[in-house]
């Protein structure tokens, strides 16, 4: 006998791939998505189907950015010759949330983990030495 209709069994199972999301918390979060007036599960829906089409790694720090360059590299107020390297572009937005750093960033979208094989082809070294090879930096 089958418990959940199939639809909100499939929702479940997407959500479920999300980071820190089990199956528990994304039955909870679906659950709670049908409870709600269709109008906002079709606004999640179509944020979700844009994002996508909208969103781009900026060709200079590799930020999701809806511009290229982003608006971190376009600020002529920043620092060219700093740059914080982080992993992931939620490592930028916390230092962002500071207001503390003039500088520009770089993101590697990921980290060395040999045992894992990720090497530095795998993440943004190439375009980081590039990018200081350049002698802005």
Known sequence: MQVLPPALETLI????????????????????????????????????????????LCSCCFTFSESDPCDICAEPKRQADIICVVEQSADLLAIEKTAAFPGHYHILHGVLSPIDGIGPEEIKIKELLARVSNGTV
């Open 13 to 56: 199972e997407n959500l479920s791939f999300l980071p820190g999301i089990g199956k528990k918390t994304a039955t909870r979060l679906a659950l709670n998505i049908l409870r709600r007036p269709s109008s906002q599960a079709k606004n999640l829906a179509l944020a979700l189907s844009e994002l996508h089409g909208s969103i781009q």
